[in-house]
């Protein structure tokens, strides 16, 4: 039986998720609306919570997002692009994934 290499530890997911955001050119984060983001000098990691228990960080992110003047256009961009991990537009993967079903049901 063939052995499958066991996944990557979350931190380096995590860190590639970062590097994504916030080093990337070209994407999504490059429009004009990323410059109003509330969480432009916030600490990367609150945004990442490694898991559904992490809710210290889950409630830093979302204090940015509550104020943001951009949420909007991060919640866009993320419910768009399914590899996206982490809080956006005030919500996290499994928020996302229930919106885009409603999305299905109601087109
Ligand atoms: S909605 Fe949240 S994650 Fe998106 S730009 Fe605003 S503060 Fe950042």
Do not use: K, N
């Amino acid at each position: 039986m063939p052995r499958v290499p066991p996944p990557p530890p979350v931190e380096v997911v995590v860190a590639e998720e970062q590097q994504y955001l916030f080093a990337t050119t070209g994407t999504a984060l490059q429009e004009q609306w990323w410059a109003s983001a509330a969480c432009q000098d916030a600490e990367p990691d609150v945004f990442f919570p490694v898991s559904a228990h992490d809710q210290i960080s889950r409630r830093v992110a979302l204090s940015f997002c509550g104020g943001c003047a951009v949420r909007d256009e991060c919640l866009r961009v993320a419910l768009e692009d399914r590899s996206l991990i982490g809080i956006w537009g005030g919500t996290d993967e499994a928020q996302r994934a229930r919106l885009r079903e409603r999305q299905l049901v109601a087109s």
